[in-house]
Nanobody, 118 residues
Framework: QVQLVESGGGLVQPGGSLKLSCAAS????????MGWFRQAPGKQRELVAV???????NVAESVKGRFTISRDIAKSTVYLQMNSLKPEDTAVYYC????????????WGQGTQVTVSS
């Protein structure tokens, strides 16, 4: 059974930084595409950043230059480094695991709250 456990959320002032972690178990971590999504109150869930099985990354325009996604295959963990945080980054952040085609289901973490406020 695949499990995703997120950590690292919290309250931070504008301009501050946070690093989210998502530890995966029950899967061959390196073959999956891992992503971070976020959902603010009253808004749809949106993609923030992804890293594929080859280690290629892509981030949303709204966070480009501020957020970085990375992974540690040995630890089966994906990270989201968030710098220069803005109040509009406030949301629940979700880790996502998408396996290769025909390998199985997509999985989500439980979500971690990030609040950017002075």
């Amino acid at each position: 059974q695949v499990q995703l456990v997120e950590s690292g959320g919290g309250l931070v002032q504008p301009g501050g930084s946070l690093k989210l972690s998502c530890a995966a178990s029950g899967t061959i971590f390196s073959v999956n595409t891992m992503g971070w999504f976020r959902q603010a109150p009253g808004k749809q869930r949106e993609l923030v950043a992804v890293i594929n099985s080859s280690g290629e990354t892509n981030v949303a325009e709204s966070v480009k230059g501020r957020f970085t996604i990375s992974r540690d295959i040995a630890k089966s963990t994906v990270y989201l480094q968030m710098n220069s945080l803005k109040p509009e980054d406030t949301a629940v952040y979700y880790c996502n695991l998408t396996p290769p085609p025909c390998w199985g289901a997509v999985y989500w973490g439980q979500g971690t709250q990030v609040t950017v406020s002075s």
